[in-house]
Structures are given as C-alpha cells and as structure tokens.
C-alpha cells in the first residue's frame, strides 16, 4: 500500500503525520507518471535538479542520486520528506530543503512541476523560478487531469514558454514547456493586499497582507469575520496564539484589541506564515510583540504556556476531507493552555466541533451563532 515502485527502485513513503487509521497514500499516479517519463525519455537529470510543489517527498526521493532541490510550501510535507529520505536512503544528505519563501536557485537545469491546488501558488512561484531557467532547462510539470486546466497551462505558456501536455494515463498528464528567451511576463501580482470590510471591530478597515496561496487571499473568509465580530475583549499580559493563522487576520486583531498581548501565530504553510507577519507588521507598531512559526498545530510549544487560542481549523487536508487536523489542533491547544486559558474555535454548523471539544475539554459553550457559523468556547480545567 505505501511502497512505489519505479525504474530506479522501491521506495516506501509516508505523509506526516502518519495517521494509525487513516493511511493515505504519499504519491499519486502524476507523481508515478512524471517518474516513468524521466526515466523512459532519459531526461538528463544534470546541474540543478529543482522539483517544485513535491507533495509528500516522493520526487526527491526516487530522485536522490541526482542531488535534487525541493521547493515546498509545507511544512507537513518537509516533514513528510525528511522522514521519507531518512527511511529509505539512510537520510537527507545531497537534497536541498527550499520554502516556497527562499531564495531559489540562481541556475534551474531541470524544473519539474508537481502542479499545486492553487493556481496563485503556481504564479507565484514560475515568476519566482523563470529567471534561472535559460533555453536549454528542462521543464516537466504533472498533475491529475482534474488539476490541470486551461488557465494552468495558459501560466505555463505565459511564465516559461511553449507548452503542450500528453495524453493521460490513470488521470495524470503531463506539460512540457519550453522556456522562451525573456517572455513579457510582467509582474508577480504577489503578495495581494484588501481592507478589512468595516463591521468587524478592532480590525475593521485595516490592511490584510496575502502571499499566494493562502487561505482567502483576496477577500475576508465569511467564518472568519464572523469570529472577528466576536473576539474576546481582554486586558493585560498575555500569550495569545493564533493556530492555523493563514494572513494572521485574528491574532493581528486580537493584538490590536489589547496592546498587552504577546502574540504567537502558527501555521504549516509557510506563505501563510509570511503573510500572518507581513499584516502584524502593517498593522502594529515596531515594538509589538509576536512569533511566527511554520509547525504542526502546536507542537513545540510548551504545555500550559497560553492563556488563549484562537483557532478557524482546516477542513479541507491535502485534498481529503477530514477532521482529523481540527481534532489535532484541539488537542494541542488543551495541552499548551495554562488551567483557566481559553480556545475559541469558529466553524461550520454542520462539523459538530462542540462534539469533539467537549470530548476534549469536557466543556463547550456557545458564544455566538448564525444559520451557517457557530463560535464556541472551551476552558481548560
Ligand atoms: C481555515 S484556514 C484559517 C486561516 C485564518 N486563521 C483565517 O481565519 O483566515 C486554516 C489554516 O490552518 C492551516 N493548517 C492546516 N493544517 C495545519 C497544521 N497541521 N498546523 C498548523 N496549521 C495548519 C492552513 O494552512 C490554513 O492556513
């Protein structure tokens, strides 16, 4: 089940982290197919080997001995990668680990492309990397015939030059583009700022700072604003954490509703931890006090060390639909609260989180509803 096979090996591979029960596989047939044609064409796979959006690592590690670069938003996926690497080739060494927030490679000899959910990411990124591709790189994007669409290509087209696609096999197609010297690609429209609309409190009206690919980038979630219209009023010292911050919109509001509140927003996409700081700093003066960190849920934070957390979990995982993570994510937050902190937790009606949250909490009350959204609050006993 979690073992590919491939023309230069057998390679068992994991995501990060492993579910006991849900074990979902860390590659899928664009990844199999982008492999059978490196190795069937005899591609080769010399100088700069850079694999763009490689989910889960399955690239780089089949691809080790050529020395490859990964690109990745995730910090999950990095997670994924290294544990992949260590399991099946004795560890990391020779592969280098970039975030989509690197600098990338000053030279790109082959760029692979493993097409990513959003297309802005995908902008994003070919602006950042078409500079070091000269007119001999090879470039080979993959994905899932229900991720490649006409405007996919049309960047492709645009950003690096011509582009054609194969047939598909098992849903997965490949693009082959051809880089052009120097075509008018003009600018990366990213990092996207918007004001907040002006019914949401503390925060109304201010600026909003979104790398590409970040959840809402171009407008205010509608759970989110509902939350922001019900923030805690609170006074003095405090930790406040921000799980699963996306642009920081609510820890950047929470700091502005009480100036004395230390700040800690985390997410595992590492644009969203960019823009979570680029909206604290827009919005804050220097002084103000915050971390921003790339990490699974909380993990790393020290247990019983918050007094508050603010938290609009995902539940969209990678493209499965799961609870998994918000359950996660409860779960670290009753860990890192002192006694008496709070969680405040926004989501759809429908996902039953006071379920889980008394489960964990053994309490849940409701702070505010609406037909689609329900804020709930849990205290640590
Ligand atoms: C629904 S969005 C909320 C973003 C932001 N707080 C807002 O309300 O606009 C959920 C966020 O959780 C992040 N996320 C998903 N899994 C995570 C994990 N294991 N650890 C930390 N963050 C995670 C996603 O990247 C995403 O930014």
């Known amino acids: 089940m979690n073992i590919l096979t491939t ?12 579910h006991p029960r849900e074990q979902l596989r860390a ?3 664009a990844d199999e197919y982008l492999l059978r044609h490196l190795a069937e064409s005899g591609v080769e796979l010399s100088g700069t080997v850079v694999a763009l959006g490689d989910r889960w690592g399955a690239l780089v590690t089949a691809l080790a001995a050529h020395g490859p670069t990964q690109i990745s938003d995730s910090y999950l996926g990095q997670q994924a990668t290294l544990a992949n690497l260590g399991r099946n080739r004795g560890g990391a060494d020779g592969v280098t680990l970039l975030t989509t927030r690197d600098t990338p490679p000053a030279r790109i000899d082959v760029l692979l492309v493993r097409v990513p959910k959003s297309l802005a990411l995908l902008e994003d990124q070919l602006h950042r990397l078409a500079p070091a591709l000269h007119a001999d790189t090879v470039v080979v994007g993959t994905g899932m015939v229900t991720e490649i669409h006409t405007s996919t290509l049309q960047l492709f087209e645009r950003l690096i030059g011509p582009t054609k696609t194969s047939l598909a096999v098992k849903k997965a197609r490949l693009i082959f583009s051809t880089p052009a010297p120097g075509p008018a690609r003009g600018a990366d429209p990213w990092p996207l700022s918007y004001a907040l609309p002006g019914d949401i409190g503390v925060a109304s009206g201010r600026t909003v700072v979104n790398h590409a690919g970040v959840f809402c980038a171009e407008r205010l ?3 989110t604003r509902f939350l922001l219209q019900h923030l805690p009023v609170r006074r003095g010292p405090e930790l406040v954490a921000d799980l699963g911050c996306g642009n920081g919109v609510v820890g950047t509001a929470a700091a502005l509703g009480n100036p004395e509140a230390e700040l800690l927003f985390v997410d595992e996409s590492h644009q969203a931890v960019a823009s979570a700081e680029a909206t604290f700093r827009a919005n804050l003066p220097a002084g103000a006090k915050a971390t921003f960190r790339a990490a699974d849920g909380l993990a790393g934070t020290p247990a019983g060390s918050l007094d508050l957390v603010l938290n609009n979990p995902p539940f969209h995982s990678h493209q499965a639909t799961t609870d998994a993570t918000a359950r996660r994510m409860f779960l670290d937050a009753r860990a890192a609260l002192r006694p008496g902190g709070e969680l405040w937790v926004v989501g759809n009606r429908h996902l039953g989180y006071h379920v889980t949250l008394r489960r964990i909490f053994g309490n ?9 959204f329900v804020i709930l609050r849990a205290v640590k006993r």
Do not use: H, S
């Open 7 to 18: 023309a230069t090996g057998d390679f068992t591979l994991t995501r990060f982290p492993e």
């Open 27 to 29: 590659w899928d047939a």
């Open 221 to 223: 979630d509608i759970g």
């Open 364 to 372: 849940a009350q409701l702070v505010a509803g609406n037909p689609k």
